[in-house]
């Protein structure tokens, strides 16, 4: 049975839609929140990182030891698949530097693939333009040896690919209504601060759900895919 790796640094951004894919294929999922339980022994088959309310520059010894963690798994070429903060552990991996956008990016967003994107085994099955739930203040730059697959106005990069099958996205299409819910509970400053209400977050993004998810779902067929 294939296995897939969970790395979670706060209890309410879990794996969402892409527990429901693993589940469907008969994948096993480990989850580990990573500031109270540690590391795993290894990344399995895929590794997934999720997002958190922190920083990947902030000083806690916990989050050096996962960068140089996620840095051994990518320099290996397993299939990974990292989300916003996620995403933002990956890039500092690769060496980039993880930086405030010029705005919180929260809620549904247009983005736009880039010529990369389009021929992306993923990303270029779907729409050249479409919404992903966001909610982030930092961006990065491209980490070298990196394609840059989708921007939006505020973070001109969105996604990245290292190799062929590791993934940084710092979008959700895992987000579930009940991780929108938690969001918008445990970060309600994040939506004072952009001028939002909760209400209106959950109301623009919940049609567009299903989509996401069946993006998602893509993402995980294609990278357990790849590591049989």
Same mark, same amino acid.
């Given at each position: ?66 960068? =140089? ?85 505020? =973070? ?73």
């Amino acid at each position: 049975m294939q296995r897939a790796i969970c790395l979670q640094h706060v209890s309410f951004e879990g794996p969402g839609a892409f527990a429901s894919s693993l589940s469907t294929r008969r994948v096993s999922l480990e989850r580990y929140l990573v500031p109270k339980d540690g590391l795993p022994k290894d990344a399995g088959d895929l590794l997934i990182v999720m997002g958190g309310p922190m920083s990947v520059n902030d000083p806690d010894p916990w989050i050096a030891e996962e960068t =140089a963690f996620i840095k051994t798994v990518l320099r290996a070429g397993k299939p990974v698949i990292g989300v916003c903060l996620g995403s933002q552990f990956m890039a500092k991996a690769l060496g980039a530097t993880v930086k405030p956008g010029k705005a919180l990016e929260i809620g549904m967003t247009p983005v736009r693939l880039t010529g990369d994107g389009k021929k992306d085994p993923v990303f270029g099955t779907g729409p050249e333009t479409f919404d992903v739930f966001e909610w982030h203040g930092e961006i990065f730059d491209l980490p070298n040896e990196c394609v840059s697959l989708a921007s939006s106005e505020i =973070a001109p990069l969105q996604a990245f690919r290292y190799g062929g099958r590791a993934y940084g996205l710092l979008f959700h299409l895992e987000m579930e209504e009940g991780g929108i819910d938690s969001l918008c509970r445990e970060c309600a400053s994040d939506l004072g601060k952009a001028g939002l209400t909760a209400s209106h977050v959950k109301l623009m993004a919940t049609p567009h759900l299903p989509q996401l998810h069946a993006m998602a779902d893509r993402f995980i067929d294609y990278l357990l895919t790849s590591a049989r």
